[in-house]
C-alpha cells in the first residue's frame, strides 16, 4: 500500500512538474512589413489568454528576417506543447517542409499539408463561401462584377474562390447598372471611398467584401456582406477591450479578432493533445475543424436604413 501511495504521488508531482515546464511558441513578426499585422494578432491573442483560466506559459519569438527551419530548431524544445504562427504564407511553406514533430497551428493558409501542422487563416476562399451563401438564398442566377481600377489582383483569388462555388455566370462589367432583375445580384470590388462615389446604385442584391467597409464610414443601403461578428456585437469584451485601447482600423481589428480565435483553438489543442475535430462561434465566425482542417465561416449583415442587421 504504502509504495502505491509513493508511486501515486511521484506520478502527480511529475504531472505538476511537467505541466508547469510546459510552454507555447508564438512565432510573429514584430519588425518589417508585416510587424503591424503581427502586433494586431498578438494584442488579440493576449486578450483572449489573459480573460481565459488557462494559464500555460506563452514565450514569443520574432520571425522578421529568420529562416524559419533555424528559428525552429534554436526555440522548440522539450517545454514545447504547441507553436503558433508564423504568419507569412513562405514561413508556413518553410514549416511544412520541417515536418515539426511537436503541433503547430499555423496563421495563413498553403496548399501544402502536413498532418501535424494546422492551417487557420482569413482566408479569400472562406468569404467566397458564405458569400456564394447569401447569393444562393437571395436566389441569384446571374452575377455582375463591377470592380475599382487596379484592384483587380486583389480581387483574383476571391472571385476565382467564387466561380468554384456557383453554377451562375459572373460578369464583368465596367460602370454599374441602375436597375438589377429579381434573380440578378451586383458585386462591388474595392475600398470604401471608391463605393460612396458610385452614383445611384440599386438598393437591393448589391454585394460587398468586409474590405470596403471602414470605421465610422457610410454604406450605401441594402448592401449585404460577411465579416467578423466581433466586430458588430458585443459577445467578445476582449476584443472590444483592445479595439479601443488601440484605437485601429477595421482591417487590424479583424485581425485582433483573429488572434483571439487563435487562441481559443490553442488552448483547446493543450487541454486536449490529440484533438482532430472541433466545432465553436468564435469571434471571426463559425469555426469548424475537421481532422485538422480548419474551416472559417464568417457571420454576413445587411445595411438597412436602421443600420446593420445580421442575416
Not at 513578426?29 to 491573442?45: D, N, V, W
Request: aromatic share 6%.
Amino acid at each position: 500500500m504504502l509504495n502505491n501511495k509513493k508511486i501515486l504521488m511521484s506520478f502527480i508531482l511529475y504531472c505538476i512538474l511537467n505541466h508547469a515546464q510546459a510552454e507555447v511558441l508564438v512565432i510573429l513578426p514584430e519588425s518589417g512589413p508585416l510587424a503591424r499585422a503581427g502586433l494586431s494578432i498578438k494584442q488579440g491573442f493576449m486578450s483572449a489568454y489573459q480573460a481565459s483560466d488557462l494559464k500555460t506559459p506563452i514565450r514569443f519569438v520574432n520571425s522578421d528576417k529568420k529562416q524559419i527551419a533555424q528559428l525552429l530548431k534554436q526555440n522548440v524544445n522539450k517545454k514545447t506543447q504547441l507553436v503558433i504562427g508564423p504568419l507569412a504564407r513562405q514561413d508556413v511553406e518553410a514549416v511544412i517542409k520541417t515536418q515539426p514533430k511537436v503541433r503547430v497551428l499555423a496563421l495563413n493558409e498553403v496548399s501544402s499539408q502536413f498532418a501535424n501542422v494546422g492551417q487557420f487563416s482569413l482566408s479569400k476562399q472562406d468569404d467566397a463561401v458564405a458569400l456564394d451563401q447569401v447569393l444562393q438564398n437571395d436566389k441569384i442566377k446571374e452575377l455582375y462584377v463591377l470592380q475599382q481600377k487596379d484592384s483587380e489582383i486583389d480581387n483574383e483569388l476571391f472571385l476565382i474562390s467564387l466561380l468554384t462555388q456557383t453554377d451562375y455566370p459572373l460578369n464583368l462589367i465596367e460602370e454599374a447598372p441602375k436597375k438589377l432583375n429579381k434573380q440578378t445580384g451586383l458585386l462591388l470590388l474595392g475600398n470604401n471611398s471608391w463605393l460612396n462615389k458610385l452614383a445611384k446604385l440599386p438598393h437591393k442584391n448589391i454585394y460587398i467584401l468586409a474590405n470596403a467597409i471602414e470605421q465610422d464610414q457610410a454604406l450605401p443601403v441594402g448592401v449585404k456582406f460577411c465579416d467578423a461578428p466581433a466586430l458588430y456585437g458585443t459577445e467578445w469584451p476582449d476584443v472590444m477591450q483592445a479595439n479601443q485601447q488601440n484605437s485601429v482600423s477595421m482591417a487590424y481589428q479583424r485581425l485582433i479578432a483573429f488572434g483571439g480565435d487563435a487562441w481559443h483553438i490553442a488552448s483547446q489543442y493543450l487541454v486536449e493533445p490529440h484533438l482532430k475535430n472541433l466545432q465553436f462561434q468564435g469571434r471571426t465566425g463559425l469555426i469548424q475543424i475537421n481532422n485538422n482542417l480548419i474551416h472559417r465561416i464568417p457571420h454576413c449583415y445587411e445595411n438597412t436604413k436602421k443600420g446593420i442587421r445580421a442575416l
